[in-house]
């Protein structure tokens, strides 16, 4: 696991859990101000920890802020890197590289009692790596357990497990018909009851149903459970309903058998997991549609170079496309004017896409590299590509103006 480590340079009026929960499935609050995070997986989506790093610094400036910002094997590592950490900057250590990182930095910086650390530094020991030499048996029994958990973090070890805050509990709602119930239609009411029932607890805390489990029982005893996860955030009746009527017959069917008509059903529960809804706004999902400096840099030189040569001309510049999962030759551009809005929302690991009027959740995604810059210069697009979960992958653009995403293609 790779872990990252967020602390403020200044208090901000939105908790630093919140400003890292679009960045990372899991954060872990630390001291006010700062906090652990899973920074795993990065180069998958954005391409180096590095960069990914500096998004969720640009996140906190947007916020009014600034931060630092380490990423490491373990969460001792990542505090230590952001703590030398230059205010706006990001440092990365490799898992490899962790002992000899630590190696040169003052002893005083290990959680050493006092009296141990007055004794090494007697003993001529003012760096991680001099007491990180010394064998851990005989500092546990010359300085005992503190300073072995110590001379642990010198050799760059850390057994602390990252902890994510825990969700909101799923909402339960139940009912017990008397008599049991022994026709479609009365089930069917009754299931339309409780969806608005635990709906209306979830819009109270302004989430809508992401996953919907059912369960049903009978008067003979036998119950059966199914669940799914929806396609999209729900918060409606009649958009969840459906969605309960398939998962009424699948229970009837496997768990409840042809009796269940017979005997009757005895009670019925419904239980349903939040997800805060989509917002409005149009959203930059972390790794998508950012732009470095770095990268600004190079395009304005390949620009320059493009000018050059082709004066008068607007040139066609391909370039690699290393997080597309198949070749770029197979995109099909999407030729219809004007361009399809669409709108890209993400709350932790959940993203979604909502496409002529159709919210689908969206398996993976990833930046594009410039795919195609046809277009004149000003009007060049940010291109990232997202699969989703029915199996499309479309080729995304960032207008500007106006800004908001559209549908540039599709993967044949």
């Known amino acids: ?37 899973d920074a795993s997986g990065v180069q998958r989506t954005v391409g180096s920890e590095a960069a990914y790093g500096r998004a969720v610094l640009a996140a906190v400036a947007a916020a009014g802020g600034q931060g630092r910002l380490g990423i490491g094997p373990n969460k001792w590592i990542a505090a230590v890197a952001a703590r030398l950490s230059a205010p706006g900057e990001v440092t990365v250590v490799d898992d490899a590289e962790a002992r000899a990182f630590l190696r040169p930095l003052p002893l005083a910086w290990l959680p050493l009692p006092r009296a141990v650390l007055a004794t090494l530094r007697l003993l001529g020991l003012q760096a991680m790596g001099q007491f990180a030499d010394l064998p851990r048996e005989q500092v546990g029994r010359r300085f005992g357990r503190e300073a072995v958990a110590a001379h642990r973090l010198a050799c760059g070890e850390d057994p602390r497990p990252l902890v994510g805050a825990a969700d909101e509990p799923a909402v339960l709602v139940r009912a017990a018909p008397e008599p049991p119930l022994t026709e479609r239609g009365q089930l069917r009411g009754t299931l339309a009851r409780l969806a608005a029932d635990g709906l209306a607890e979830l819009r109270r805390r302004g989430q809508a149903a992401r996953t919907v489990a059912l369960g049903l029982a009978s008067a003979g005893g036998r119950h059966g459970t199914q669940s799914r996860h929806l396609p999209a955030p729900v918060a409606e009746v009649a958009e969840l309903l459906p969605h309960l009527e398939v998962l009424a017959e699948a229970t009837l069917r496997a768990g409840l058998g042809p ?28 790794g998508l549609g950012e732009e470095t400096e770095e990268e600004r840099a190079i395009r304005e030189r390949v620009w320059g170079e493009l000018r050059r040569r082709y004066p008068g001309q607007v040139p066609r510049l391909l370039e690699v496309v290393p997080a597309a999962p198949l070749p770029e030759e197979r995109w099909r551009f999407d030729s219809a004017a004007p361009r399809r809005p669409v709108r890209l929302w993400r709350r932790g690991r959940v993203r979604a896409l909502e496409l002529d009027g159709r919210w689908h959740r969206v398996v993976a ?38 800004g908001q995403w559209v549908l540039l293609g599709r993967l044949d």
């Open 1 to 37: 696991m790779r872990v990252g480590y967020l602390r403020l340079s200044d208090p901000l009026p939105v908790p630093v859990a919140e400003l890292l929960a679009s960045a990372s499935p899991v954060v872990e609050p630390d001291e006010p101000g700062a906090a652990w995070f």
């Open 259 to 286: 009796r269940a008509a017979v005997e009757g059903i005895s009670e019925v529960w419904l239980r349903l997991a939040g997800l805060a809804p989509p917002a409005v706004a149009q959203a930059h999902l972390p």
């Open 365 to 402: 995604g990833g930046l594009v590299e410039r795919v195609d810059l046809w277009w004149p210069r000003e009007r060049h697009r940010r291109v990232v590509w997202v699969a989703l979960a029915d199996g499309q992958r479309l080729l995304l653009g960032w207008e500007r103006p106006p």
